[in-house]
């Protein structure tokens, strides 16, 4: 599975689970490299997630930002489509 069919899959489940999800169109576009693709509030929950293939690897700001974010109390996963379950229950919670 692609990173884009994935990624449809999540934000479907996340809206589904009452979840509003916020992605950038065009990561190419930031001023600083390497943020999670997916912002996921439903209050008074927060938290991001980056995407990968199951086969995908994080760059090194991605690395740089997950850690940052982290180090900051904000709740960071890397999910992949392997993950689906957990995905699920994480998002179902």
């Given at each position: 599975m692609n990173e884009a069919a994935f990624q449809s899959q999540v934000v479907d489940l996340?809206?589904?689970c009452g979840?509003?999800?916020f992605h950038w169109p065009d990561s190419r576009r930031v001023t600083q490299p390497g943020w999670p693709?997916?912002?996921f509030v439903r209050a008074p929950e927060f938290f991001c997630a980056e995407l990968k293939t199951n086969t995908g690897r994080l760059s090194k700001d991605q690395v740089q930002v997950?850690?940052?974010l982290r180090e900051s109390g904000i709740e960071v996963h890397?999910?992949?489509p392997k993950d689906f379950n957990a995905i699920t229950a994480r998002?179902?919670?």
């Amino acid at each position: 599975m692609n990173e884009a069919a994935f990624q449809s899959q999540v934000v479907d489940l996340a809206k589904w689970c009452g979840w509003k999800v916020f992605h950038w169109p065009d990561s190419r576009r930031v001023t600083q490299p390497g943020w999670p693709d997916l912002v996921f509030v439903r209050a008074p929950e927060f938290f991001c997630a980056e995407l990968k293939t199951n086969t995908g690897r994080l760059s090194k700001d991605q690395v740089q930002v997950l850690s940052e974010l982290r180090e900051s109390g904000i709740e960071v996963h890397v999910w992949r489509p392997k993950d689906f379950n957990a995905i699920t229950a994480r998002l179902r919670h």
